[in-house]
């Protein structure tokens, strides 16, 4: 702005004679419009000035909110550039520090009222998402009151995916970054334009190298404070941010994880807790090789006699979640159960890759510098155990009250509805919630948690515990392709570890759970064998995996004298697979040997009689190895084709026994 307009703006400010013949013309709402109209599209930024300020009167009083034809109207009628210049006005010799401070103030309230009643449409134009470096500017100098008002309208801008490019465009972000201690909606703009603009395919990378050059600056900005805001900021944007717009290997991560170890042990308070909780299960969550060394490992440079960091931290998770769940089950309803679900599934997910880090690291001491002392682990594993049986109670507490009624029943037993006196309602469900069970990520992770740990330790007790929610697994493993979670992959861990047990094996079949993964299995096996080449028929194949290792469980338990006539439908459906001419992924065709395996495995236990009736499976089956064979000794890993090969020859001379 010159500053010849800056000085008649600042002789025409609110208060001036100008100002005050428009002012007149409010007590006639037609006047006023049209006087707003004129005033705005004048050639003179004074006369602009003047229209500008009738107008914040204007909508300050509410007089134009429900009338969005004449809103839109004054909103094309303004001029973006003579806005842009009053967000720029800064004190000189003509213009005072007051003036320059009224033009910023007016400017920023107009804006911030528009924003807000604005519909959506207009407010992804350019008109008002091209003010966003402005406002962003103008917060260099604005005092407490403008800075929050400015803030606020880039919020609203930024929620919008036009509005977030924008803020990606912007080269100089130090004034938003300087002032986010004080001020955590300057964290919640960087959020809202991250995640927005991560949804955009072109815009990934602009995104990760946003990310990149604004987190470390956002370190140094916190450093010094307890930096709760700014942990709970990442933790919640992590998660939104899509896959691929998350840095590959950053150099802001190991300090980023310095600023969590220092929160964990510097007894924060509540806030601090679920900051650091949810933080943690989301680098974990997105960056599972290099996150749980540096989350985990033991800091041989502090005090030699202090307990490990990672004992420290997983104790205070696991006391979190304990002392919470007795009272969780009455807050169902409650409008804080949401954030105290989204808290302890991020202490599960933490437990659960803490878990995983620990196998690893006993199994092979060269993974990391992880030390813990025996009798630190065994009070852990004692702790987790407890843990794990109170996560057990509240998942079946959880389920009873909002499905099933009653612990074990047989799904027929609730499918129907009682007509009474006072109308017809379910039979048996005590309580029940807004949001669907098998949507809180909760119960997700509990499972998730609870399936790794059965697997990995040796508890029988804990096992069959386990194995008494044998309905909600099956209920949940059928509700997955419905529902926003995909319970399949955790419960399917879970069974491997309850089939060890006879308890587990029964009731497992008492709630028809091989038909289930039965369906499951089939549909995999379409997937995979008329798609191979799609990702999803890989990630499918995993699955398959999964279940043939359950089912495989269950037939070699020394409990099960004969297979079911039900299961050798295995046997027919393995039959008539399609080994497709493209060579399929590894891990398709290792689904593809197992089922084989499942099938001779099926034959070989089954009784005469029911082997007699499947022999002709035998020849199909035979066939089917020798399809398998070129494309396995042709596979690129040869550690790989020389395993799978060893498996098709054990297949074919079991197959040969068997005709």
């Known amino acids: 702005m010159s500053r010849t307009n800056n000085s ?198 602009a995104v990760r190298n946003s990310i990149n050059q604004v987190i470390p600056a956002l370190i140094i900005n916190f450093k010094g404070t307890d930096a709760v805001t700014f942990i709970g900021f990442i933790g919640n944007m992590l998660p939104k941010l899509e896959p691929e717009a998350a840095p590959r290997n950053p150099k802001w991560l190991e300090p980023l994880i310095m600023m969590l170890r220092k929160l964990v042990t510097s007894k924060p308070t509540a806030a601090g807790r679920t900051a650091y909780t949810q933080l943690a299960a989301a680098l974990l969550q997105s960056y599972p090789a ?55 599934a991020a202490a599960f997910d933490v437990i659960s890759s803490f878990i995983g880090f620990l196998v690893r690291s006993l199994d092979d001491e060269s993974v990391s510098r992880f030390s813990m002392t025996p009798d630190l682990l065994l009070k852990l594993r004692k702790d987790i155990a407890e843990t794990m049986s109170l996560n057990i109670e509240y998942l079946r507490d959880r389920w009873d009250s909002s499905i099933a009624g009653a612990s074990g029943l047989h799904p027929s037993a609730r499918t129907g509805t009682a007509a009474t006196s006072e109308g017809t309602r379910l039979t048996l469900t005590w309580e029940s919630m807004k949001d669907n069970v098998n949507a809180d990520a909760l119960i997700l992770a509990g499972i998730g948690a609870l399936a790794i740990w059965i697997r990995e330790d040796e508890n029988e007790n804990l096992r069959n515990e386990t194995a008494g929610l044998m309905d909600m697994f099956v209920d949940l493993y059928k509700l997955s392709s419905q529902g926003t979670l995909d319970f399949r992959y955790p419960i399917l861990l879970a069974l491997e570890g309850i089939m060890i047990n006879e308890e587990g094996i029964d009731g497992f079949l008492g709630q028809d759970g091989w038909l289930v993964v039965f369906e499951d299995l089939k549909s995999i096996l379409r997937s995979t064998t008329e798609q191979p080449t799609i990702s999803q028929s890989s990630i499918d194949a995993g699955r398959g995996l999964q279940i043939v290792r359950v089912l495989l469980a269950i037939i070699d338990h020394e409990a099960t004298s004969f297979p079911r006539e039900d299961w050798m439908a295995v046997v027919t459906t393995t039959t008539s697979m399609k080994v497709t001419a493209t060579p399929p992924s590894s891990v398709i065709i290792e689904f593809l040997v197992a089922m084989l395996q499942l099938s001779s495995t099926l034959l070989s236990k089954s009784s005469g009689g029911m082997t007699k009736r499947y022999v002709t499976s035998v020849p199909a089956l035979s066939g089917l190895v020798k399809q398998l064979k070129p494309i396995v000794s042709n596979m690129d890993d040869e550690v790989e084709s020389r395993e799978l090969m060893a498996l098709l020859d054990d297949e074919a001379l079991v197959l040969e026994n068997l005709r």
């Open 8 to 205: 008649k703006m600042a002789e025409s400010s609110p208060q001036s004679k100008g100002a005050e013949r428009g002012m007149d013309a409010l007590n006639d709402p037609v006047a006023t419009f049209e006087k707003m109209q004129e005033l705005l599209k004048a050639k003179d930024d004074t006369s602009r000035f003047v229209g500008l300020a009738l107008l914040k009167t204007v909508l300050d009083n509410g007089q134009l909110i429900n009338d969005p034809q004449r809103l839109r109207i004054l909103w094309d009628a303004l001029s973006p550039k003579f806005l842009d210049r009053l967000l720029r006005a800064h004190q000189n010799e003509k213009v005072s520090r007051t003036d320059s401070k009224d033009m910023v103030d007016l400017a920023v309230a107009v804006l911030h009222t528009f924003s807000i009643l604005l519909p959506e449409e207009a407010r992804r134009e350019k008109r008002l998402t091209g003010r966003t470096a402005p406002l962003v500017k103008a917060l260099i100098q604005s005092p407490p009151d403008t800075t929050k008002l400015i803030l606020q309208t880039i919020l609203t801008i930024v929620s919008l995916s036009e509005g977030a490019l924008e803020v990606l465009a912007i080269q100089d972000l130090s004034p938003l970054i300087e002032i986010s201690n004080q001020y955590p909606l300057a964290l919640d703009i960087l959020s809202f334009s991250w995640t927005n603009a991560s949804a955009i395919n072109t815009e990934v990378e």
């Open 290 to 344: 290099t996150c749980p060394s540096l989350l985990f490992q033991h800091d041989a440079s502090g005090n030699s006699d202090s307990k490990p960091f990672s004992y420290l931290m997983v104790n205070l998770l696991l006391i979190d979640i304990r002392s919470s769940f007795p009272s969780l089950l009455a807050k169902l309803n409650s409008e804080e159960y949401p954030a105290i679900s989204q808290r302890l």
